[in-house]
C-alpha cells in the first residue's frame, strides 16, 4: 500500500496537480449554465422568475415538460417528429454515399481525383451563410421549399465533404492486404467494401453517424431556410417561438431545450465507445 502511495505522489506533480484544478474549475463553470436550466426546467414559474439558484427542489415537477411537448402553439412533440423524420435520413444518406465517395477516392485513380478532392476539402471552408440565397433559390425552383425532402437535401449535400474527408482517412489507417487478399479471393469492388471495409470501419462509421445526426438534430439556420409552415417546423425552430409576445414561461422554454438534447445526448451515450474507438483509428496514421 505504502509504494502505491509513494509511486502515486511522484507521478502527481505541482504543475500536474494545478492542471487538474484548472480542468475542474472549467468544467465546473461549463456545467452551470446546464445546472440552471436543469432546475428552471422542473421548477414553477413563480420561482425561476427570482433566479434559478433561489428556487426550492420541493416544488419540482414535470408540468413544464408536459406543457412543452402539448403546448397550444408549437407543441415539442410535434417537432421532435419533424426533427427525426429528417435527420434519420439526412444521416444516413451523405453516411452511404460519402463512405463510398470516400473509398473510390483512396484506392481507385481517375482524372482530376485530386482536383476533386482539393476542392471538396476547400468546400468545409464555406460558411452556411454564404450559400443561404442561393440555396433558397435552387428549392425554390425545384419545388422543394416546405418540403422534408429539400432539408434532407441540403444537409446532405452539406454533410458530404466532411464525411469523405474523415472516412478516407479512417480507411487508410486499414490494412490494404486484406482487400488484396478478397480481391485475389475474386472478390468485385462491390463485395469488397461492403463485405470487408464497412465490417472494419464500424468506430469510424459510428462517428460520422454520431456528429451527422448530432449536428442536422441541432441545426436551425438551414431549416430556417427551407421549412416556414407551422406545422413542418423540427424542434430547434419551435422552441425560440414557445416565448409570447408579452410574457415568457422560462420553465416551459427551458424543459423544450431539455427535451430536445435528450436525443442527440442520448446517440453519444449509446455509441460513446465506438465513437472515442473511430477518432483513435482516424488519428493514429
Do not use: C
Amino acid at each position: 500500500m505504502s509504494t502505491t502511495i509513494q509511486a502515486l505522489k511522484k507521478k502527481v506533480t505541482p504543475l500536474r496537480a494545478t492542471q487538474y484544478v484548472v480542468a475542474y474549475a472549467f468544467a465546473v463553470l461549463w456545467l452551470i449554465p446546464f445546472v440552471g436550466i436543469l432546475v428552471a426546467s422542473v421548477s414553477p414559474f413563480r420561482e425561476v422568475v427570482r433566479g434559478w439558484w433561489t428556487v426550492n427542489l420541493a416544488n419540482a415537477s414535470l408540468d413544464n415538460f408536459i406543457g412543452a411537448w402539448s403546448h397550444a402553439t408549437m407543441p415539442i412533440g410535434q417537432g421532435m417528429v419533424n426533427s427525426f423524420i429528417v435527420t434519420v435520413p439526412a444521416t444516413i444518406i451523405p453516411l452511404i454515399l460519402g463512405s463510398m465517395a470516400a473509398y473510390g477516392f483512396l484506392r481507385y485513380r481517375f482524372p482530376l481525383r485530386k482536383s476533386l478532392f482539393v476542392i471538396i476539402i476547400l468546400l468545409l471552408a464555406i460558411p452556411q451563410h454564404m450559400v443561404a440565397v442561393p440555396l433558397f433559390r435552387i428549392m425554390q425552383s425545384l419545388g422543394m421549399i416546405n418540403t422534408f425532402q429539400g432539408l434532407i437535401v441540403a444537409h446532405t449535400a452539406w454533410g458530404m465533404p466532411w464525411v469523405i474527408l474523415f472516412m478516407r482517412g479512417y480507411f487508410s489507417t486499414l490494412p490494404i492486404e486484406i482487400e488484396e487478399a478478397a480481391r485475389i479471393e475474386g472478390a468485385g469492388s462491390a463485395r469488397i467494401f461492403f463485405g470487408v471495409i464497412v465490417p472494419m470501419s464500424w468506430p469510424g462509421l459510428a462517428s460520422v453517424f454520431a456528429l451527422q445526426f448530432s449536428w442536422v438534430w441541432n441545426d436551425f439556420f438551414l431549416a430556417l431556410i427551407t421549412l416556414y409552415h407551422p406545422d413542418m417546423l423540427v424542434a430547434t425552430q419551435r422552441i425560440p417561438l414557445l416565448r409570447g409576445q408579452f410574457h415568457v414561461d422560462w420553465g416551459v422554454l427551458t424543459a423544450a431545450a431539455v427535451i430536445t438534447t435528450l436525443v442527440p445526448l442520448l446517440v453519444f451515450v449509446l455509441l460513446q465507445k465506438y465513437y472515442v474507438r473511430g477518432f483513435i483509428g482516424f488519428a493514429s496514421k
